[in-house]
Structure formats: structure tokens, C-alpha cells
């Protein structure tokens, strides 16, 4: 399993449509787990109404967590979206 | 079946969500009262099921569980034990909620909170000034008796040194120490200092004075101030708790009393004191104006709108107004505005007992119109006249006419000299008034007035096949309350059908004014250009999410998982304008009402307002298929 920390800079956190392509963006990689951590709360990343009921803002500290087929290529490329869109 | 007291507590308590949520418990004769800090942590319908729980309701904050006579009391020593929670009083538990409550209902409830608890000693007073007083007037000689110097000297010494009991009553709704609170209430009244009365005596220049800093205080008391006394004691309590604060605990015992009273003593008597009791006199002056003007029209004014004053629970506030005029002129005359109008409540509800036919409003009329001859008058306005709303009206047009005439009718004082129509204490009005007024005929035929105006006029106007306000309104509520689902659905799906949320024109996924949900990346859906401001569940099942800037309200039903999203762009509106009426958990029914939001807020924030529906699971269901049907 491989994971990383991210703290997030867009001004709305992740709401609706951020959610929405962070969503997207995961479903590419079929056949991995991604898994959101914020304090005690984990939810699993395919799960839009889940994620945003994190209610993730800026500044928040989050954990992703991704297992799976290429998890080390895939978290590269995770991680390298959230520093795109979030 | 005798009740389990101990198993009723632990399990109001389990359902309570935990000891933290919980900030005081207290009860009276039938319930529990409780104050919760975070009402949605409550378990409200396996509370409701706890066997001895006969009901439950939320008041004015707080929480309050109908246990019973006599089993109350049982249930709450458990409960106490239970949580390990110390007996609040009923004075602690209303002070909790209030803390709860908006600033200005706060400020608003403070004289009230003040001079309630000291209403028993100043109608022991007042009456029996009034009684004394009067006695003179038909037995001069009784003036001359020890009898008459002594019950003088009795009845006087709540208004003579009012200001230690205000301080003392202050000091407990403020929450400092009661003890300096006399200290400060007793130094404002120190022999030492020249009598606030007698201080007329003295010219000007021949006032001692204290050179303290910048400021020359006259050493004059404040016998008869009610306003400086309430801001010095509000003012000790901040500085006594900030000490408490900051204090170390170790010299805590005597550096904080001492610091305390020293500190507020001094912005007293150089500050507060000075400038407060010419604003004091400003408000009673402005009180005695008001009730003089227009050769009685003020007076009028306030005997009609005085009911509105208590049906708002603003009527305490007269306290400090009928407290300062007895004890700078000796005279109450707002008692006879209060007493006129309370009385002609008495004859508006006496009216509707007289002339009900229906068995059940004639059995709350008439107990109620007792009790407002006595000058409780709160069962009288809620209870009949408020619901009914004419009589009501035609009690405030009874206080109107009688309060009309007492300010045109004179008393005498005990030296037989003529002077306004009044009281000689407040706290009173109605039948238990006749001792405490100066002209007992005039009284008399003011009540008479009073009530015969409002009873006449409720008699006339006042037809009993008129439903009470209160029914009427709730007829319509209960109607909008059975809930209609939408006829026509949006989003149709193997697992089901999402109706329409919002009244409006629908609108192709497509069209939707922004890029992300027009190209479905959170699912399938539509768009909906709303009519009203109102977004109903499309569906029976659960809240999942309500976003923190309350815009989106996102549901769950049969698998389905709905985005319901107010306009585009509204996060950056943080929640101003949108009002969720659920919350993450709750089940809902299709129609139910679950967000309202305010269209001109959203057009005025530079977004479109479309409301957006999306099935954001729609790639994991069947024969998804969008637009109205």
C-alpha cells in the first residue's frame, strides 16, 4: 500500500465538482483502492457522496491511501492530480 | 407496575449522547428539565419510548421529559447519580438555556431576572405602605402613635435600601459572588455617605467631595438608583471572574475578593455611578412624560400596547421604572397603566366565559379571568384572549380608556397633601392593588372602567363561532405538513425514479450553465430552473451529506446516490441564503421538504440559481434515463 499526505489549497476544499473529478480520475485505474483519510474518517474515493460528506476544506490535511495493481505508478499519478486540481 | 427509577435514568441517559452533552439538570413538579448542548446528538424517539417518559417537548432551550408528580424527583436523584451530575436549581437550568438564547432577548431579560426574585419583599413593603399610609387620612391621630413610627420604619426599609437587594439579586443572575454583591449593594447606601434623599438639604458647594485621581466624587449614596447598581454588579462579575482566571489559586482566596470589590467600588462611585443615575433620571422623567403628554394620550398609548408588552415578555423591564419613581417621587404612577390594562384583559376573558357555549374554553375562561382580577394576567392572554385575537383587542381598547382617566385623577400622600394618582409599590395590579394606591375610589372606578370597556366590546364584537387564531393557522400548517411527492420524476432508473425536487422548468444535463456537471462527470442528471426557492426529497430515503455551505444536499435511496445542487458556483455564497431543513441521517419521504433557498440571494452573489440534479452513481445502475416525465 502506498499513501501520502496533501494538504489542500483550493479556496472550496473538495466539494461537488472538485469530488466529482477526483472521482473520475480514479476510476482509471481500475483494479486499485483509494481510500481518503481526514482525523478519523476514511472513505473509499469511488464514493462521491461519501467524499463530500468529509466536508474537506482548505487547509485541511488529508491522507491517501492507494492498493492496488501499480499502486507506485498509480500514487504518482494521484498525487500529481491533487497538486494539479486541489 | 411500580417504575425501575434507576433503569429510567441510565436510560434517558444513554440516549442523551453523552455526559458532555449534557450541560445542567433540574426538575419541577412534573418534569425533567434538561439543557443539551447539541440537540442533534439526542436520541429524541427512543427517549419518547424510555417506559416512565409520558412526553417530551423542547422550550425555551431546554429539554423537558414529563415524568410525573412524584416520580420526577426520584428519577432525577438517579439521574444525578447517574451522570454524576451536581443538583442544578430551576434558576440554573432557565440561565443555561438562556445563555443559548440571542443577545437582545439576553439584555432584554435581565431587569425582569433582577427585580422578579425581589417582588416578595417589595409588595410586603408596598402593601404595607400603603396600608399605613392610608390609615392617617381617616385617624390623624394614629400619625402621632409609636405603632404608626414603627410599622413605617418596616414597611420603608426595602425602598430605603433597595439597593442592596437589587445588588444581591444581581449578583446571583450575573453569577458572582453574592456576598461582594451586598458588599457593593451596602456601600452604595453607606450611613456615611449623605442620604441620596436629603442631599437636597445641602447646597451645592457644601457637598463633601473626595479628590480621587481626575475625578471629584461627591460622597452622596445611592438610595433609590436601580440602574447603577445592575451595570456596577454586571461590571464585578467580569472582573471577578477574570480574576478567578488569572489569579494563582494560592492567593487566590483573598487577593480576588479584595481586588474585586476595590476595582469595582472605584469605577462605582467615579464612573458608572455618576453617569448612570443622570441617565436614570432621564429614563423615569421620560416615563413621567410619556404618561402625561397629549392630557392623557400617552397614557392611552401605553395602557393599549402594554398587553403587546407582556404578550413579548417585555413587561419586567417596568420594573425598573415603577422601582425608581416610588423611590425618587414615592409615588408609582405607572402602576395604574399596568393595572388598567391587566384588568381590562380581565374583562375581555370574563366576557368570552360569560358568553362561550363551548364547554371546554368556558372551563380555561373563567379560572383565567380570575387570576387576571388578581393581576396574573398570562392565562387570560394566552390562554383566551391572544388565541381569539378581538378580545384581546378589546382589552387593549378597555386599558386605553382607563389609563386615559387615571391620568387625570389625583391621590392623596398621608400629609393630605394632593399628589399624582399612583402606587406605593409595584409588583401589584388588579384587585390586590387597592391597599397599595393613594385614592382607593378613584381605583375603584378606574378598574371598573377597565374591565367594563373590555367586557362590553367583547360582548358586542366577539362572536364564538370564530375558530381561535391559533387553530386557524395550524388547520393550513398540518395540510402543508401531509406531504404530497411530486407528480412528475426527473432521473428513471432500474432501482427507481428520482421526482422532481423543485418546481420548475427542466432542463437537459447539457445545458446546465457549467462545464463539470453538463458534462456528467458526477453522473447523470438535469437541470431545473426553479419558481420558488424550495427543494422537496425526490425520493423516501436518507440524507447522506448536507455540505457544510448547506447548497448541497446529496440522499440515498434503493442504491441510487442524488446530488441535489442550488445553483452554480453558490459554495463560494458559504451558506448565506440556503436553509437545510434536514440533516446528515435523517430519513425523509418523497415531497418532504428538505432545503429552502433564497433566489434573489443567489441572483444578487452573480450566480445562476439552477438547481442541479444528479444521479452520481449513474455508471453503476441500469436504463438510467434524464428528463421530465
Not at chain 2, 440571542?102 to 417582588?119: C, E, S, T
Not at chain 2, 430552473?529 to 447548497?551: L, M, R, Y
Request: glycine share 10%; charged share 15%.
Amino acid at each position: 500500500m502506498k499513501s501520502f499526505n496533501y494538504t489542500i489549497t483550493d479556496p472550496v476544499g473538495i466539494h461537488a465538482r472538485p469530488a466529482g473529478i477526483l472521482v473520475k480520475e480514479i476510476k482509471n485505474y481500475v483494479g486499485t483502492t483509494v481510500t481518503v483519510t481526514k482525523g478519523d474518517k476514511s472513505v473509499n474515493a469511488l464514493k462521491l457522496m461519501a467524499l463530500m460528506g468529509m466536508g474537506i476544506k482548505q487547509g485541511d490535511t488529508v491522507t491517501v491511501s492507494i492498493e492496488g495493481e501499480n499502486e507506485e505508478e498509480v500514487a504518482a499519478k494521484i498525487e500529481e492530480f491533487f497538486k494539479t486540481y486541489f | 407496575m411500580a417504575l425501575d427509577y434507576r433503569k429510567c435514568a441510565e436510560e434517558i441517559y444513554s440516549h442523551l449522547g453523552g455526559r458532555e452533552n449534557i450541560i445542567s439538570a433540574a426538575h419541577c413538579a412534573t418534569r425533567l428539565r434538561l439543557v443539551i448542548a447539541d440537540n442533534s446528538k439526542l436520541d429524541k424517539e427512543a427517549l419518547e419510548n424510555v417506559d416512565g417518559v409520558k412526553g417530551m417537548f423542547e422550550s425555551n432551550g431546554q429539554l423537558q421529559l414529563i415524568i410525573g408528580t412524584g416520580t420526577v424527583n426520584k428519577v432525577y436523584d438517579e439521574f444525578l447519580a447517574v451522570t454524576g451530575m451536581t443538583a442544578a436549581t430551576k434558576d440554573e437550568v432557565k440561565a443555561a438555556a438562556a445563555a443559548q438564547a440571542p443577545l437582545w432577548r439576553r439584555i432584554l431579560k435581565v431587569p425582569g431576572d433582577v427585580f422578579v426574585p425581589i417582588l416578595p419583599a417589595i409588595v410586603a413593603s408596598g402593601l404595607m405602605m400603603g396600608i399605613v399610609e392610608a390609615i392617617p387620612k381617616f385617624a390623624p391621630a394614629f400619625g402621632a402613635t409609636d405603632w404608626f413610627s414603627f410599622l413605617d420604619l418596616v414597611a420603608n426599609t426595602a425602598f430605603a435600601l433597595l439597593p442592596v437587594l437589587v445588588a444581591i439579586s444581581a449578583s446571583r443572575v450575573f453569577g458572582c459572588n453574592i456576598f461582594l454583591g451586598a458588599v457593593m449593594g451596602l456601600m452604595m447606601v453607606h450611613p456615611a455617605l449623605i442620604n441620596a434623599w436629603t442631599v437636597g438639604n445641602y447646597a451645592a458647594g457644601e457637598i463633601p467631595t473626595w479628590h480621587l485621581l481626575f475625578f471629584n466624587v461627591q460622597q452622596v449614596g445611592y438610595q433609590g438608583h436601580v440602574i447603577p447598581v445592575i451595570l456596577s454588579i454586571l461590571l464585578m462579575s467580569y472582573i471577578e471572574k477574570w480574576l478567578h482566571k488569572h489569579v494563582p489559586e494560592m492567593i487566590d482566596l483573598f487577593v480576588t475578593p479584595l481586588c474585586t470589590v476595590l476595582v469595582t467600588s472605584f469605577i462605582t462611585f467615579t464612573i458608572i455611578g455618576p453617569v448612570f443615575s443622570v441617565v436614570e433620571n432621564w429614563v423615569l422623567a421620560g416615563a413621567q412624560v410619556l404618561i402625561t403628554i397629549g392630557a392623557g394620550l400617552g397614557a392611552a398609548v401605553m395602557g393599549a400596547i402594554y398587553p403587546l408588552t407582556v404578550v413579548m415578555g417585555l413587561h419586567h423591564m417596568y420594573n425598573v421604572i415603577e422601582a425608581g419613581m416610588i423611590s425618587s417621587t414615592g409615588v408609582n404612577t405607572w402602576m395604574p397603566i399596568a393595572s388598567a390594562a391587566n384588568f381590562a384583559q380581565f374583562g375581555a376573558c370574563l366576557a368570552v366565559a360569560l358568553k362561550v357555549k363551548n364547554q371546554k374554553t368556558k372551563s380555561v375562561a373563567l379560572p383565567s379571568s380570575l387570576s387576571a382580577s388578581l393581576g396574573i394576567t398570562e392565562p387570560a392572554i394566552f390562554g383566551i384572549n391572544f388565541r381569539f385575537m378581538k378580545p384581546f383587542a378589546c382589552g387593549m381598547a378597555g386599558g386605553a380608556v382607563a389609563s386615559f382617566l387615571a391620568s387625570h385623577m389625583h391621590g392623596t400622600d398621608m400629609a393630605g397633601n394632593v399628589v399624582p394618582f399612583g402606587a406605593t409599590t409595584y409588583g401589584v395590579t388588579g384587585i390586590p392593588g387597592i391597599p397599595a394606591v393613594n385614592n382607593t375610589g378613584m381605583y375603584l372606578i378606574e378598574l371598573l372602567v377597565a374591565a367594563g370597556v373590555a367586557f362590553a366590546l367583547t360582548w358586542i364584537i366577539w362572536k364564538e363561532d370564530e375558530q381561535p387564531k391559533a387553530k386557524k393557522e395550524a388547520a393550513p400548517a398540518k395540510a402543508a405538513e401531509k406531504i404530497e411527492a411530486p407528480k412528475t420524476s426527473v432521473i428513471r432508473c432500474a432501482a427507481g425514479a428520482v421526482l422532481q425536487p423543485t418546481k420548475g422548468k427542466v432542463i437537459a444535463r447539457e445545458q446546465i450553465p457549467d462545464e463539470t456537471f453538463a458534462a456528467g462527470i458526477l453522473g447523470d442528471g438535469v437541470g431545473i430552473e426553479p419558481e420558488e426557492g424550495v427543494v422537496v426529497a425526490p425520493f423516501d430515503g436518507e440524507v447522506t451529506s448536507v455540505a457544510d455551505s448547506k447548497h448541497a444536499i446529496g440522499l440515498e435511496s434503493n442504491g441510487m446516490e442524488v446530488l441535489i445542487h442550488v445553483g452554480v458556483d453558490t459554495v463560494s455564497m458559504n451558506g448565506n441564503g440556503f436553509t437545510p431543513a434536514v440533516k446528515e441521517g435523517d430519513k425523509v419521504k418523497a415531497g418532504q421538504k428538505i432545503l429552502t433557498f433564497d433566489r434573489a440571494k443567489i441572483k444578487a452573489a452573480g450566480h445562476p440559481d439552477t438547481v442541479v440534479v444528479l444521479l452520481t452513481n449513474s455508471d453503476d445502475l441500469e436504463n438510467v434515463e434524464c428528463g421530465a416525465k
